[in-house]
């Protein structure tokens, strides 16, 4: 019940929100220390933060997406990308019957390319969809949180993620954490070969480094960050 919304149709009347506010998660490995829902996990804290902080309406997460990058580790479950921006689609057709034709996508998963197309796409015509966090807005999270590594050094399971998870959901973090960290900065291939042929635990990065005060750092560096991309689709 964590990630999922408790406000009431009433709630909602009440709130005339603008702007909607969609996490897209995955259901992966995250190694041995951090569990499948991970990234939808994560997700849903920034969705809820930006969601309370600007008091936009907050939708269900998105539990299974693009992960085809894991599919050789156990428990990995895949949607196609077609599949994923057909659901996108349908959700935004169906917001705009409730006069919200404002949304915000926000990516827990970075296997989900796919996202930056639906969002380039929909914003032909006019500013209407927000894809977040971006590269810059991880950045200057890390940088505020006072992480060790960069995006590139902790793709997956290290730092960032177990750092938030510290900080949200401490009894979703397997005590392993402390030694799960491999390094493998070198991937030209991951897309043909995959995260194994990487990383045999499904790790890459240092979840040693995490700490629970920089999950929470993290998300106040991209709350502050929001509020420029909010202004983009619904100037306040």
Known sequence: MDVLTTATSADEAARKARVAVLPVG???????????????????????????DY??????????????????FPGTVSVSATTLVAMIEDIRVSLRRS?????????????????????QQANTDERCVVLFPGGGDMNRAREHAGAVTSSHEDMHAGELE??????AHPHLVGESYYRADHQADDRPHLLTLGVEHYSPS????????ATAAKGRAILDSLSTSFFEHL??????
Do not use: M, W
């Not at 990516?107 to 989900?112: E, R």
């Not at 177990?162 to 900080?167: E, G, P, V």
């Not at 499904?202 to 480094?209: H, K, L, N």
């Open 202 to 209: 499904g790790v890459i990065g240092r979840p040693s480094e």
């Open 99 to 119: 006069d919200i034709t404002k949304l915000v996508l926000v990516n827990g998963h970075g296997g989900n390319y796919v996202l930056s197309n639906i969002t």
């Open 26 to 52: 995955s259901f992966e490995q995250h190694g041995e220390h951090l569990p499948l829902t991970t990234d939808t996990v994560i997700a849903c804290l920034i969705a809820q933060r930006i969601a309370e």
């Open 55 to 72: 008091d936009l309406f907050l939708l269900p997460p998105i539990t299974v997406s693009c992960s085809h990058e894991h599919d050789s």
């Open 231 to 236: 202004t983009l689709i619904d100037p306040r």
């Open 162 to 167: 177990t750092s938030l998870l510290l900080h």
